[in-house]
């Protein structure tokens, strides 16, 4: 069975950073794309990153274009997403995501992903 924990959420200042972390586990990890939604208090989930299954193409939300990166480290079955510059509208509960079937692109639709992590919380003050 899939088990994606997500980790690194915490408290930080309006233009301070974050690195969150998802660990995969139950099957392999290379071959499949991985997604960071986020859903804010009182809000709809939304997409925020993803990446191929490769690594070699990446895929971002309009408002965190430029400050967010996506990265996975097959070796660690871990997916990564350092946040920089953040503002006070990133604050959500962060999930990551991934798809059952092997070897297809990266997609920035979540009924597309199968499998989900329990969310970490970031809250960004100002």
């Known amino acids: 069975q899939v088990q994606l924990v997500e980790s690194g959420g915490g408290l930080v200042q309006a233009g301070g950073s974050l690195r969150l972390s998802c660990a995969a586990s139950?099957?392999?990890?290379?071959?499949?794309?991985m997604g960071w939604f986020r859903q804010a208090p009182g809000k709809e989930r939304e997409f925020v990153a993803t990446?191929?299954?490769?690594?070699?193409?990446?895929r971002y939300a309009d408002s965190v274009k430029g400050r967010f990166t996506i990265s996975r480290d097959n070796g660690k079955n871990t997916v990564y997403l350092q946040m920089n510059s953040l503002k006070p509208e990133d604050t959500a509960v962060y999930y990551c995501?991934?798809?059952?079937?092997?070897?297809?692109?990266?997609?920035?639709?979540?009924?597309?992903?199968?499998?989900w992590g329990q969310g970490t919380q970031v809250t960004v003050s100002s």
């Open positions: 995501a991934t798809r059952a079937v092997r070897y297809i692109g990266s997609t920035m639709q979540e009924t597309d992903y199968d499998y």
């Open positions: 139950g099957r392999s990890f290379s071959g499949y794309s």
């Open positions: 990446v191929s299954w490769s690594g070699g193409s990446t």
